[in-house]
């Protein structure tokens, strides 16, 4: 699978996601010995692992291997951060995090604006999250829409080699804790990466990966992906898709989406979490709130089945947003 190539930059190499991942871990311990890694499945258990025990090597004593007690390595973390470093905690399955819950939204959430901003908490909580092929039912979780209600938390969901690399250098430079998650499926997908200096993706900009005039998608993390494919299957049947990607969900750049569905009149939000109350669910009730008018029906949403995720890879499929839910649901809003 092939991201859309971004225009505009130089001196870039074809990349892998998981590449441009680790490129950006190496270029944060590189140019700041505040960073510190907790963790080593960033990549998940891939073949890329490979590209993570490299720093491992070139960077000993700054990368730790904490036990499997997320809510203790997690608070340490926080207490690192708060100490002066700039740690990036990994706690690999994104269901793993509901085990350090309150340390994550009970505590390093509120900090800075308990002490009224005097003490800044610059700590990253990386997860793989998503339907990964047979996970099952507590390695399959997608979190976002809850760290999305948790104020005092930046979420990053990068769908692109450019927007990991670029997002991350942003999240380094953010005094507020920040969630960043990964899909497992994102790995192996390809675009290109400005290899000259490190080209910083702002907070709060969505990307327009695909133009269209006859609906506008809005999708998030892999979702992005797949509504890439939808976009071209429908092309070939006269339906003008623009696919819009938000990267962030805190801070969130709500114009743009607005802008897109003033032009098209269609929206169809495209996201894994769980259908009620999950990031799709959000999105729809804010372009319902400001974009109304402009509708010509109603906003669309494709999301995974409000049940526990099944190991069966048949009834994953049943259960999960794909390619073909995606298409149905444009047809639905432009026919």
Not at 54 to 71: K, M, V, Y
Request: with cysteine.
């Amino acid at each position: 699978m092939t991201a859309t190539p971004t225009a505009g930059l130089t001196g870039v190499r074809q990349m892998s996601y998981a590449e441009a991942l680790v490129l950006g871990l190496r270029r944060a311990l590189e140019s700041d010995e505040r960073v510190r890694l907790m963790g080593q499945y960033f990549v998940g258990l891939t073949e890329h692992r490979k590209l993570v025990a490299s720093l491992h090597e070139d960077f000993p004593g700054r990368i730790w291997f904490p036990p499997i007690a997320e809510i203790g390595y997690v608070g340490a973390g926080i207490g690192a951060a708060i100490s002066g470093l700039r740690p990036i905690v990994d706690i690999a399955t994104a269901s793993f995090i509901f085990q350090a819950f309150s340390q994550v939204v009970n505590e390093a959430a509120n900090i800075r604006y308990m002490t009224g901003g005097q003490t800044a908490v610059p700590v990253i909580f990386h997860v793989n999250h998503g339907i990964r092929g047979g996970g099952a039912a507590q390695h399959s979780h997608s979190p976002q829409a809850m760290m999305w209600n948790t104020p005092g938390l930046k979420v990053m969901l990068p769908s692109s080699p450019r927007d990991v690399h670029g997002l991350l250098r942003t999240a380094l430079e953010t005094e507020d804790p920040v969630f960043w998650a990964d899909h497992v499926k994102l790995f192996d997908v390809v675009g290109p990466v400005a290899e000259e200096g490190w080209e910083p993706i702002p907070f709060g900009v969505a990307d327009v990966k695909r133009s269209g005039s006859d609906v506008t998608i809005v999708a998030t993390s892999f979702m992005v992906q797949r509504s890439l494919g939808a976009a071209e299957q429908l092309a070939t049947e006269g339906i003008s898709v623009e696919v819009i990607d938000p990267r962030t969900l805190v801070p969130f750049d709500l114009e743009t989406i607005l802008t897109s569905v003033h032009r098209t009149g269609r929206l169809v939000v495209v996201d894994e979490c769980h259908r009620a109350c999950g990031v799709g669910a959000e999105i729809a009730a804010l372009v319902a709130e400001h974009a109304f008018d402009a509708l010509r029906g109603p906003v669309r949403r494709v999301a995974t089945l409000d049940v526990p995720i099944p190991f069966s890879p048949a009834l994953e499929a049943f259960v999960e947003p794909t390619e073909a839910k995606i298409c149905a649901a444009v047809r639905a809003a432009t026919g």
